[in-house]
Structure formats: structure tokens, C-alpha cells
């Protein structure tokens, strides 16, 4: 390992779900306190072969339908079964509608230092077609509250692409939110997942999504904003005010550093090998109270496998790939073996090679998931 691994944790409830997620939660919160049981089992079956992190993800679902109370018992409990590095990241994702300044100073006093705000949007419209339970102005009190309450490291998450959506409007939600001066912006273009009531209607034709070409505009347009106000777009979907501000948890993803995933249809690698678990709570519950680990799917991947993902994980990064630490821990020769794709690529202006590293530009970073075909 080049790095500490990372450990998240996903958090299953949601007092709502809204139209367009396919991540997995229950609306049934009275399994909390089970969940938040078996979570500790969880942990003592990886506490050997996972012994130290320094960063820590809470996502979802929605962490903050949890009182501070079970955040700060979930947190403790980590540190107690693993080594979390005293300079660790610690994130914890929150709903605007959920949080306050006393509970946002509640949560600043438990160690957590980055927070990343489920925005989407500050257009009344958009939040409601999205099935979110805020509304703008919760958004913004939200936003407020986090810098009072003494949080420098706020992330927001902002959708574009959404049926109906002006260009001003998503513009406008670009700019407010750059007023805030956040540490970080990711914006994503909404994706329709199955089974979600947004894929079920545009499955039925009673929904639409925009063209490929407005959603390309779209994205070249959000960069550009985004980057004219001083930040850095590292990542296809990510943006840091400045580089130690980068979101370190992420990375690990992008850089193929194992990582660590508790709870429900959470993923984990550990290097050569991925298991997840199962996307049910029940499920994940039943197995833990036999002291089993609750997995529902593993592989153990093939060098072949591993250096594609490297290439598929590393075209999405501003950074790129740099060839001689791809050849040493991969075992091959990008320049050599594929030279003249690459070359074609720089051509059409989709990649660089500066500094030793093949670099998606902002046109590849567009089209980063067929990047990795070469």
C-alpha cells in the first residue's frame, strides 16, 4: 500500500428518497438502533486485516437523519477497533433540511472536519422535481450555519442535466454557490439509475432527458465558471478551491489506494481483491448477528483487471496517469504498447503528455469513461 487505506461508512436511512437516487436506504429509521448494533460486529470482523486509516467517509443514504449522539458512537467505536490518524479527514454527508448552528457545532465538536452539503440546486423547481425535502432557502441557512458554526472545510453537491432546467437557473445556482467560497464543489450530471422513479418514467417516455450535446455545453460551461472563480477541476465531477483542499477520502478511489466499506451495499478493496455487501438491510443485519460478514458479491481481480482500472480511474483526474509509476506497479508500458492510440488521442485533442504523465484535457475529461478503451 502507497498510502493509509480509507474507511466509509454508509449510513442506510432516508426520511424520503428522492426521484433520481439509486444509492441503497430505507425510509424504516426504526431499524437505527440495530443497524448502529451490528455496525460495531462489522468493524471487530475487520479490525486485523484493516488497522489504520486517515481518512473517514460518512455517506448514504443520509447520515444526519442519525442524532449527533449515534454520528459521535459510530465515530468512537472506529477509533476504538482501528488507528484513525490524528490529522485524519473525517467527512460526514448532511442534508440542508436536517442540520442547524447547535448541531452543526455538535458535529464540529466530534472530530469531524470536512462536511459536504447535499445542495443540488437553489432553484425551488429543481429541488421538488428531484424529490429532495429541502427548499432554497434551508440550502442557504444551511450553508451560513456550517461557516458560523466553525467548519473551513465545506463541500457542496450541486446536479445539472435535470429535465426542464434552464441554463440560467443552473447558472445561477453555479454563481451562489461560488459566493460562498466553498472548499469544494462537486457538480454532477444527473444520471438516470433503474428502478428509481426517474428511471421508471423515462423508461415509460413520460420523462426526457436532455441531448448529449446540451449536457456536453453544459459541462464545459460549469468548468469554465467554476475554474474563472480560482478553482482547481481535478476530478470529472470535482472542483477544490485549492489543492490541499481536494477532497483526500475520494482520491483514494481514483488512485486505486485500497479502502475500507461498512454497512449496506458497501464496496471494499484491499488492493488485489472487491467485495460488497448486501444491498439489504435485513440481510446485512441477519448476517452480523451470526458474527458472519454480510457479503453478497467478491472477486479477486487479474492483473489485466487491475491495470484497466488503474487506466479507467486515473483518465478521470486532471492528473492523469504518470507512466513510469503505471509500468512499476502494473507491469506495463503505456508508451510502448499503446503509442500510436495515444498519439491519436493528443491529436484530436482528448489527451496531453506533460511531465511524464498522460493527462485527459477538459474535452477528455468529457468523455473520460471511453478514454479508458485504449
Known amino acids: 500500500m502507497d498510502a493509509p487505506p480509507g474507511l466509509y461508512i454508509h449510513i442506510p436511512f432516508c426520511r424520503s428518497k428522492c426521484r433520481y437516487c439509486g444509492f441503497y436506504s430505507t425510509t424504516s429509521l426504526d431499524l437505527i438502533g440495530n443497524f448502529l448494533d451490528v455496525l460495531r460486529r462489522e468493524m471487530d470482523i475487520y479490525r486485523t486485516g484493516f488497522s489504520e486509516f486517515d481518512t473517514v467517509y460518512i455517506g448514504g443514504g443520509t447520515p444526519s437523519v442519525l442524532s449527533v449522539k449515534d454520528l459521535g458512537a459510530i465515530l468512537d467505536v472506529a477509533a476504538n477497533r482501528f488507528t484513525v490518524d490524528s490529522r485524519a479527514e473525517i467527512t460526514v454527508e448532511v442534508n440542508p433540511a ?45 450553508l451560513t450555519a456550517s461557516e458560523r458554526a466553525g467548519f473551513d472545510n465545506i463541500g457542496m453537491d450541486l446536479i445539472y442535466g435535470v429535465p426542464g432546467q434552464e441554463v440560467t437557473s443552473w447558472t445561477d445556482t453555479l454563481h451562489l454557490a461560488l459566493s460562498f467560497k466553498p472548499a469544494h464543489l462537486s457538480c454532477y450530471q444527473l444520471t438516470v439509475e433503474p428502478e428509481t422513479p426517474l428511471g421508471i418514467g423515462h423508461a415509460k ?48 478511489y481514483w488512485d486505486h489506494t485500497p479502502y475500507l466499506g461498512l454497512g449496506p451495499a458497501a464496496h471494499s478493496f484491499d488492493g488485489c481483491g472487491r467485495w460488497s455487501n448486501y444491498r439489504s438491510l435485513h440481510a446485512y443485519i441477519e448476517d452480523l448477528k451470526r458474527e458472519k460478514p454480510p457479503v453478497a458479491a467478491s472477486e479477486t481481480l487479474t492483473d489485466e483487471q487491475l491495470r484497466l482500472e488503474a487506466l479507467f480511474l486515473g483518465l478521470r483526474t486532471k492528473r492523469g496517469i504518470h507512466f513510469e509509476e503505471y509500468k512499476m ?29 498522460l493527462k485527459p484535457t477538459l474535452a477528455g475529461m468529457a468523455v473520460a469513461d471511453s478514454l479508458a478503451l485504449i
Not at 447547535?102 to 443540488?120: D, E, H, M, P, S
Not at 507491469?331 to 511531465?355: C, H, P, Q, T, W
Open 98 to 142: 436536517d442540520i442547524d448552528l447547535n448541531g452543526l457545532k455538535a458535529l464540529r465538536n466530534l472530530r469531524i472536519n470536512r462536511i459536504n452539503i447535499g445542495v443540488q440546486s437553489f432553484d425551488d423547481d429543481i429541488l421538488k422535481f428531484l424529490g429532495r425535502r429541502h427548499n432554497r432557502r434551508q440550502a442557504l441557512s444551511a
Open 205 to 252: 417516455g413520460e420523462i426526457s432527458m436532455p441531448e448529449e450535446e446540451t449536457l456536453a455545453d453544459l459541462f464545459f460551461q460549469t468548468s469554465g465558471i467554476i475554474e474563472k472563480a480560482g478553482y482547481i477541476h481535478y476530478e470529472v465531477s470535482s472542483f477544490a478551491r485549492n489543492a490541499e483542499l481536494q477532497s483526500r477520502h475520494n482520491q483514494k
Open 329 to 357: 506497479r502494473y507491469g506495463y508500458n503505456l508508451v510502448s504498447e499503446k503509442a500510436e492510440m495515444i498519439s491519436l488521442l493528443a491529436e484530436r485533442g482528448f489527451v496531453e503528455i506533460k511531465d511524464g504523465r
